[in-house]
Nanobody, 123 residues
Framework: QVQLAESGGGLVQAGDSLRLSCAAS???????MGWFRQAPGKEREFVAT????????YYADSVKGRFTISRDNAANTLYLQMNSLKPEDTAVYYC?????????????????WGQGTQVTVSS
C-alpha cells in the first residue's frame, strides 16, 4: 500500500511559478510516478511521469519546457516544478504511482492516487 499526499497548490498569476510536492509513505516508490490534472468539466489528463529505474522523464506536449518532474528519494517525495504558468493550467493536480515500467500516461495505469491540490492561474 502506498499513501500519497500532495501540497503546494495555490492561486498565482500568469507567468508565475509553483512547485508541487507529493509525499509518499508506505511501500517504496513504485516503478513510475506521475502527475495528472483535472479541470472542471474535463477528464483527468496526463502531465508528466518519472521512471524510477533511471529517473528518465516524459511530459505532455502542453507542459513540455515549462514543467519539470523530479524526486527526492531520501525524502520519499515527488515534485512538479511549474514555470511560466498559464490560465489553462488551472486544475486540481494529482500525483499517482504505477507498477508499470516506462512512461505510463493513462490514468488507469496508475494504482495509487493522492487527494489532489488546487492550482489556479489568473490572467
Amino acid at each position: 500500500q502506498v499513501q500519497l499526499a500532495e501540497s503546494g497548490g495555490g492561486l498565482v498569476q500568469a507567468g508565475d511559478s509553483l512547485r508541487l510536492s507529493c509525499a509518499a509513505s508506505g511501500r517504496a516508490f513504485s516503478n513510475a510516478m506521475g502527475w495528472f490534472r483535472q479541470a472542471p468539466g474535463k477528464e483527468r489528463e496526463f502531465v508528466a511521469t518519472l521512471y524510477r529505474v533511471d529517473t528518465s522523464t516524459y511530459y505532455a506536449d502542453s507542459v513540455k519546457g515549462r514543467f519539470t518532474i523530479s524526486r527526492d528519494n531520501a525524502a520519499n517525495t515527488l515534485y512538479l516544478q511549474m514555470n511560466s504558468l498559464k490560465p489553462e493550467d488551472t486544475a486540481v493536480y494529482y500525483c499517482a504511482a504505477s507498477a508499470l515500467s516506462g512512461y505510463p500516461t493513462r490514468a488507469y495505469e496508475y494504482i495509487y492516487w493522492g487527494q489532489g491540490t488546487q492550482v489556479t492561474v489568473s490572467s
